[in-house]
């Protein structure tokens, strides 16, 4: 199985922050990555495809990079809705597999 | 646009079977491949596992000696079947149309269903 590693577990940041989230695979996924954002109480929420391809609707202030085992999510000024817990996601190999995941709070 | 929601009992037994539904509407379920993921209260998401358009299935290791899934394309629904539950397999459960035209990912996702065990 492919391992996804999350880092930080947890952040705190203030709205207009820039705010970097890591996901490390336990071997090389080229680009196959994807990125979810959960709400409490909600189901996860579809982001970022491909490790940089942002899905449709998704507002641009979300980006992605990376490429074989080091991966990147940032947001660039953090907005009141973007406070959730943040999920990274293999979709190289089955089993698929995903990281711990990060939660995001206010400061 | 495509909808996705989960059903089923919301306790079971421990050591019996948890069998959750998942209709689809706003599009035809044999056009589309379809995973189950589940989540323990307060803890990360775990995929169970995945059917395909032509009914082709692949399983998490961990799971696949007691899962099934399976669809219904009759009532537009996709289903799991899990045996010898335990308390360990308590979880919201949410089922994911999983697109895949080049890479893939899970969307939709259903409002998802807690199943928890009662003796």
Redesign the interface.
């Known amino acids: 199985?492919i391992q996804m590693t999350q880092s930080p577990s947890s952040l705190s940041a203030s709205v207009g922050d820039r705010v970097t989230i890591t996901c490390r695979a336990s071997q090389t996924i080229i680009?196959?990555l994807?990125w979810?954002q959960q709400r409490p109480g909600?189901?996860?929420?579809?982001l970022i495809?491909?490790a940089s391809?942002l899905?449709s609707g998704v507002p641009s202030r979300f980006s992605g990079s990376g490429s074989g085992t080091d991966f990147t999510l940032t947001i660039s000024s953090l907005q009141p809705e973007d406070f959730a817990t943040y999920?990274c996601?293999q979709?190289f190999s089955?089993?698929?597999?995903?990281?711990?995941?990060t939660r995001v709070e206010i400061k | 646009q495509m909808q996705l929601q989960e059903s089923g009992p919301g306790l079971v037994k421990p050591s019996e079977t948890l069998s959750l539904n998942c209709t689809v509407s706003g599009g035809s379920i044999s056009s589309y491949h379809w995973s189950w993921i589940r989540q323990p209260p307060g803890k990360g998401l775990e995929w169970i596992g995945h059917i395909s358009y032509s009914g082709g299935t692949n399983y998490h290791p961990s799971l696949k000696s007691r899962v099934t899934i399976s669809i219904d394309t009759s009532k537009n629904q996709v289903s799991l079947k899990l045996t010898s539950v335990t308390a360990a397999d308590t979880a919201v459960y949410y089922c994911a149309r999983h697109y895949a035209p080049q890479y893939s990912w899970f969307d939709p996702w259903g409002q998802g269903t807690l199943v928890t065990f009662s003796s």
Do not use: M
């Open positions: 199985d680009k196959y994807n979810y909600q189901a996860p929420k579809f495809y491909g391809s899905q999920y996601q979709s089955f089993p698929l597999t995903f990281g711990g995941g």
